[in-house]
């Protein structure tokens, strides 16, 4: 028995998020090669999202996620750099930004199951870690215990292989009802059919990885078999008998830095957002709407403008239904973002009610943001408070319409965080009478 046999258990199995972040950071590996065709890369994403879908259905949900997450960020981050994208329109694009909208809620649901597991398999693993410490630190306690020790291995082993099996399970239930998208109103149109059985893409399935190298990064490579979750999880002992996980030997914490441009909004939302109220702008009344969407791991993507019931003025507007609107975004599993709201008149600016509207949301969530549709003076402007701003606000007490002492670039200022994107669709829901 040789205690110095065992390594220490790496630290990213300890922690669920850590994991998490290092399954989705081997999904960005691949980058845009300018030259290979924009035409060649959206049959390829397609070919992504039919290989995510068939490991879904063996109930491989990390494998799924990880080519899911892959589809998306390229959807969304990665094409758009190309210099033929803008100008580049063919069936697969339309198909490609169509099932987005089917990619991103499941990516996100992946993504949660994955940390429900990766939180029942760290239990084992703590336990593990803290036998090992034992055992180097006191080995009489360790032996007196082992009894103890082995039955505890073997419930959490149980408790967690349970948590995988599940999530697999929950994830095979989930799919075939998506998307909610579907009978989501008269502006959705139907998904494509996707068949299972696909040759997948080389091109985006070889990663950085698979090229040699002393810059390889590690990626989790699950031992996996058909039927399982697909998510590797290995009973580990510190006794000299049996050796640790080697797949999780070279696994390391990165380090990863804030996504600065975490919030996109589709630049097709203000276009059909202004045809949606144009009656209003005719006649100088403001119009306002709820900016709901997913959150994408780290990022938020608006995909629903809500109108909601409500009453304006040129320069005030108030939506109506709290609750009805609530149990919409609820049912349809979307989460609130932000605003916007058309001032007809006046230029794209915030009036102070519109900073405690503002406030309000940013209190809440840190990213929301409130987008201007200034349509008399062609402007669009996607606003946030300043941290100043955010202070002043909070300490702020008057109601109806008051001045603030200070002003753009002070109080509330462009979001830095907003990316417009031309890569996927918005859609209106208007539940106006
Ligand atoms: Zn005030």
């Known amino acids: 028995m040789s205690v110095n046999k065992n390594k220490p258990l790496e630290a990213v199995l300890l922690n669920p998020d850590a994991r998490l972040r290092k399954l989705a950071d081997s999904a960005e590996l691949t980058t845009l090669s300018l030259q290979v065709s924009i035409h060649r890369y959206y049959q390829g994403v397609l070919d992504l999202y039919k290989l995510a879908v068939s490991y879904l259905d063996d109930r491989l949900i990390e494998r799924c996620f990880v080519l899911m997450y892959r589809y998306c960020w390229f959807c969304i981050t990665e094409l758009p750099k190309h210099p033929d994208d803008a100008e580049h329109e063919s069936t697969e694009k339309t198909q490609a930004r169509e099932l987005l909208n089917n990619a991103v809620p499941l990516t996100s649901e992946l993504e949660r199951q ?32 082992q009894e103890t020790a082995n039955k505890r291995y073997e419930e959490l082993y149980k408790e967690a292989e349970e948590v995988t099996v599940r999530a697999g399970m929950e994830m095979g239930r989930v799919r075939p009802l998506q998307p909610e998208f579907v009978d989501f109103g008269p502006n959705e149109r139907p998904l494509p059919q996707v068949p299972t059985e696909v040759t997948p893409s080389k091109l985006l399935l070889t990663t950085r990885e698979d090229e040699p190298g002393p810059s390889n990064r590690h990626v989790s490579s699950p031992a996996v078999a058909p039927g399982s979750s697909g998510s590797a999880f290995k009973p580990i002992r510190p006794a000299a008998d049996s050796q640790p996980d080697e797949s999780s030997a070279n696994s390391s914490l990165s380090d990863e830095a804030v996504p600065e441009k975490n919030y996109a909004i589709p630049c097709d939302l203000v276009e059909k957002f202004l045809k949606c109220c144009a009656e209003n702008t005719k006649n100088n009344i403001q119009t306002c709407g709820v900016l709901a969407g997913r959150k994408l791991r780290d990022r938020y993507i608006i995909t629903h403008v809500l109108v909601p019931k409500q009453s304006g003025t040129a320069d005030y507007c108030v939506g ?12 349809a599993s979307l989460l609130t973002l932000g605003w916007i709201q058309t001032n007809p008149k006046s230029k794209a600016h915030m009036s102070p009610m519109d900073f405690h ?3 309000a ?11 201007i549709c200034a349509p008399a003076h062609d402007e669009v402007t996607a606003f946030t408070m300043t941290p100043r701003g955010m202070e002043v606000l909070s300490e702020c007490k008057l109601t109806g319409n008051h001045p603030h002492p200070e002003t753009y670039g002070e109080l509330y200022t462009t979001a830095p965080h907003v990316v417009w994107s031309t890569d996927f669709n918005s859609y209106i829901l208007d539940i106006r009478d």
């Not at 029942?120 to 703590?126: G, K």
Request: glycine fraction near 2%.
């Open 114 to 145: 994955i940390l429900i597991v990766y939180e029942a398999q760290a239990v084992y693993y703590r336990f593990a870690e803290s036998q090992r410490v034992l055992l180097l630190e006191d080995p009489q306690a360790w032996r007196l215990q």
């Open 320 to 331: 109506q239904g709290e609750e009805e609107v609530s149990c919409i975004l609820d049912n």
């Open 357 to 359: 509207t503002q406030h």
């Open 361 to 371: 949301y940013q209190k809440i969530m840190k990213e929301s943001v409130a987008v």
